[in-house]
């Protein structure tokens, strides 16, 4: 009995190794540094399991740093008009002046930008030569699913990395009255109006999807023709930053796996710098940050509201992510990065300020620390009002902020018992069901790697958008009707006409023989 439980054990030993078969996987996000940050905790996770990882990163995003890529392959590219700094130009600074933001310039920049990437036969040769056996792409902004064509050229299978619900590329059965668009501040109980702006929203979606869908005959002109939207809707699987706990429900398939947290995990140990000032700060610390495209607001925009804000806390100590120098370094730790993940699992940690970025969010969840949103674009607004919905914290507006009403606002998240125990809660339910997210990201893309994904797709996954949506169905029932109803309104005509003469004609026939 002693011997076969050694052999159990020593079974059970190497069956919880990485896998011995090392395959190359070749990640190429969207040059945006948080979506790189995405894409490297995953990387990480499937080298962590024994497989060769290839970086496909513009220059512009790896000089800013930011994120770990020890051990990974990098494949730079050349940037064109739209980066990190374009977007703080269209979007932020409008936002910081009361315009508003240059979408029309931004998604002119965004055209070109891909069209630069596509076009670039230098760099898809370089890509070529390392022959990777799965890609892994953003599909969530506009264009970036036309890093599928690299795929579909090299004749490799594809995995989408998504940040929002998108039903139409998936091929989602969905309902616009209970699933909002990630575009809009609406919580999944919706009011008529609010239902009325999602539905249209989500018909001017559909037809938005036509973007860029001759991009196989423009940039791969050797392969057979296939629209974009049905080549994407072949991946072999979608990992979608979401889930029930912080979003809300929404329905899926067997190949759309709903992984929020990539950027959450168990803390790593604290630099001394760090380490010191949260283990000194007894009463609690707040820890600010808006995202990798905001270090710090600029001093004419509000920087002094917030610094204002910060120093009229009685108790609380304050990490801002800012590239300025800190007016009170007792009271107030500045640093152009911080360790955001591993500063909200310190249990001095009370509350967290944030944009409502998807990724702190779910770090928040992940550590139960409560949060102070303020939204300043995009899936913000979405964000912050599901935050808030769930009861994680609460929400305040950067057009009208004021530093009385910041401290109101902070005092009452860290005080209020209510935001750490509903927040506490939805943390033990995240990490049972769903772990450490990175590492059930890589298990996925490791499984499709071993046994493919086509056992999970739908039928509805493999047919033309139209016919997944019945329109040409729809088009011969209108048709149908549409001649019946002709058919049907001359029948009256006739019979109308046939009795309106024939009754003038016996009215003549009288007033003749009368």
Same mark, same amino acid.
């Given at each position: 009995?002693?011997?076969?439980?050694?052999?159990?054990?020593?079974?059970?030993?190497?069956?919880? %190794?990485? =896998?011995?078969?090392?395959?190359?996987?070749?990640?190429?996000?969207?040059?945006?540094?948080?979506?790189?940050?995405?894409?490297?905790?995953?990387?990480? *996770?499937?080298?962590?399991?024994?497989?060769?990882?290839?970086? +496909?990163?513009?220059?512009?995003?790896?000089?800013?740093?930011? @994120?770990?890529?020890?051990?990974?392959?990098?494949?730079?590219?050349?940037?064109?008009?739209?980066?990190?700094?374009?977007?703080?130009?269209?979007?932020?600074? /409008?936002?910081?002046?009361?315009?508003?933001?240059?979408?029309?310039?931004?998604?002119?920049?965004?055209?070109?930008?891909?069209?630069?990437?596509?076009?670039?036969?230098?760099?898809?040769?370089?890509?070529?030569?390392?022959?990777?056996?799965?890609?892994?792409?953003?599909?969530?902004?506009?264009?970036? !699913?036309?890093?599928?064509?690299?795929?579909?050229?090299? #004749?490799?299978?594809?995995?989408?990395?998504?940040?929002? @619900?998108?039903?139409?590329?998936?091929?989602?059965? @969905?309902?616009?009255?209970?699933?909002?668009?990630?575009?809009? /501040?609406?919580?999944?109980?919706?009011?008529?109006?609010?239902?009325?702006?999602?539905?249209?929203?989500?018909?001017?979606?559909?037809?938005? !999807?036509?973007?860029?869908?001759?991009? +196989?005959?423009?940039?791969? !002109?050797?392969?057979?023709?296939?629209?974009?939207?049905?080549?994407?809707?072949?991946?072999?699987?979608?990992?979608?930053?979401?889930?029930?706990?912080?979003?809300?429900?929404?329905?899926?398939?067997?190949?759309?796996?709903?992984?929020?947290?990539?950027?959450?995990? /168990?803390?790593?140990?604290?630099? /001394?710098?760090?380490?010191?000032?949260?283990?000194?700060?007894?009463?609690?610390?707040?820890?600010?940050?808006?995202?990798? %495209?905001?270090?710090?607001?600029?001093? !004419?925009?509000?920087?002094?509201?917030?610094?204002?804000? @910060?120093?009229?806390?009685?108790?609380?100590?304050?990490?801002?992510?800012?590239?300025?120098?800190?007016?009170?370094?007792?009271?107030?730790?500045?640093?152009?990065?911080?360790?955001?993940?591993?500063?909200?699992?310190?249990?001095?940690?009370?509350?967290?300020?944030?944009?409502?970025?998807?990724?702190?969010?779910?770090? *928040?969840?992940?550590?139960?620390?409560?949060?102070?949103?303020?939204?300043?674009?995009?899936?913000?607004?979405?964000?912050?009002?599901?935050?808030?919905?769930?009861?994680?914290?609460?929400?305040?507006?950067?057009?009208?902020?004021?530093?009385?009403?910041?401290?109101?606002?902070?005092?009452?998240? *860290?005080?209020?018992?209510?935001?750490?125990?509903?927040?506490? =809660?939805?943390?033990?339910?995240?990490?049972?069901?769903?772990?450490?997210? *990175?590492? #059930?990201?890589?298990?996925?893309?490791?499984?499709?790697?071993?046994?493919?994904?086509?056992?999970? #797709?739908?039928?509805?996954?493999?047919?033309?958008?139209?016919?997944?949506?019945?329109?040409?169905?729809?088009?011969?029932?209108?048709?149908?009707?549409?001649?019946?109803?002709?058919?049907?309104?001359?029948? +009256?005509?006739?019979?109308?006409?046939?009795?309106?003469?024939?009754?003038?004609? #016996?009215?003549?026939?009288?007033?003749?023989?009368?």
């Amino acid at each position: 009995m002693a011997s076969s439980g050694w052999i159990v054990l020593v079974l059970l030993l190497f069956s919880s %190794l990485p =896998r011995t078969e090392s395959k190359r996987v070749m990640f190429i996000p969207v040059p945006i540094t948080s979506h790189a940050i995405l894409h490297t905790r995953i990387a990480r *996770a499937l080298m962590d399991l024994g497989h060769e990882v290839w970086l +496909v990163l513009g220059s512009s995003v790896v000089s800013k740093g930011g @994120f770990n890529m020890d051990g990974m392959n990098l494949i730079e590219y050349p940037v064109v008009n739209f980066d990190d700094e374009i977007l703080y130009q269209t979007v932020l600074e /409008p936002l910081y002046e009361s315009r508003k933001p240059n979408l029309r310039l931004q998604f002119m920049l965004q055209e070109q930008m891909y069209d630069a990437i596509l076009s670039n036969e230098t760099l898809y040769t370089e890509m070529k030569l390392v022959r990777p056996e799965l890609f892994v792409i953003d599909d969530d902004f506009p264009g970036s !699913r036309l890093f599928a064509v690299f795929a579909y050229r090299m #004749r490799v299978p594809f995995a989408c990395l998504d940040y929002a @619900f998108e039903p139409f590329g998936r091929r989602v059965p @969905f309902s616009s009255a209970v699933t909002p668009s990630f575009l809009f /501040p609406f919580g999944h109980r919706m009011t008529f109006t609010e239902r009325l702006k999602n539905t249209v929203f989500f018909l001017l979606y559909l037809i938005d !999807r036509n973007f860029d869908g001759d991009a +196989v005959f423009r940039y791969a !002109r050797e392969m057979p023709y296939i629209s974009l939207d049905t080549l994407v809707a072949r991946a072999e699987v979608w990992l979608v930053q979401m889930d029930h706990i912080l979003d809300y429900p929404i329905s899926t398939l067997p190949n759309v796996k709903l992984i929020g947290g990539i950027a959450a995990s /168990p803390a790593k140990p604290l630099s /001394p710098e760090f380490q010191e000032f949260m283990d000194q700060a007894s009463d609690g610390v707040l820890i600010v940050s808006f995202g990798s %495209l905001v270090e710090g607001m600029p001093a !004419r925009f509000g920087l002094g509201v917030f610094m204002a804000a @910060f120093r009229r806390l009685t108790k609380l100590r304050v990490v801002f992510r800012s590239n300025i120098t800190s007016p009170d370094p007792e009271k107030i730790l500045t640093s152009s990065w911080i360790p955001q993940n591993d500063l909200l699992a310190h249990p001095n940690t009370k509350v967290f300020l944030t944009h409502c970025g998807a990724s702190g969010q779910y770090q *928040a969840l992940y550590h139960a620390v409560p949060m102070v949103g303020l939204p300043l674009f995009y899936d913000q607004f979405y964000n912050a009002q599901r935050m808030k919905v769930k009861g994680f914290g609460k929400v305040v507006n950067f057009q009208d902020l004021t530093a009385s009403k910041l401290v109101d606002v902070i005092d009452e998240v *860290a005080s209020d018992p209510r935001y750490k125990q509903t927040i506490t =809660r939805a943390s033990t339910l995240f990490r049972e069901q769903f772990g450490v997210p *990175a590492e #059930r990201a890589a298990y996925w893309l490791d499984h499709v790697m071993e046994y493919g994904g086509s056992y999970m #797709r739908s039928a509805g996954q493999e047919m033309p958008l139209y016919q997944y949506l019945l329109l040409d169905v729809m088009a011969v029932i209108v048709g149908v009707v549409s001649l019946y109803l002709m058919i049907l309104c001359l029948l +009256v005509q006739r019979l109308y006409q046939k009795t309106f003469e024939g009754g003038n004609r #016996r009215r003549r026939i009288i007033t003749l023989t009368g």
